[in-house]
């Protein structure tokens, strides 16, 4: 039940930025759907595998790598999913930056019982 709650609020966050940022566009809801499952994915499986590849960096960087990671993240769905469209870094960079405040939230929330 934690799982597809996550999921859900990923994908409202989602839907919630292509609602007040001009540069991030999706096409119909249901897309939300399925790029808030591929960010769950991502944030649950690959984030934590590539945190470790890359510590070294972010070492290096004081932990300012880890909002560049965030900012790839959220861009990569844009790239295979056509109804979803960031179109500028700054885009990104916000939507990277609020789907990581999100995502960690409700991972701190779902799991504080």
Known sequence: MKIILHWIIISAAVYGLAYFIPNIT??????ALIIGAILYFI?????????????????????????????LFFWFPSVI???FKVETLTAALIGGIVISLVNGLTERTLNSD
């Open 26 to 31: 999706i096409s119909i809801w249901w897309i």
């Open 43 to 71: 944030h649950q499986i690959v984030k934590p595998i590539i945190k470790i590849l890359t510590l070294p960096i972010n070492l290096i960087t004081f932990g300012l790598f880890s909002i560049v990671l965030n900012v």
């Open 81 to 83: 999913i056509s109804g």
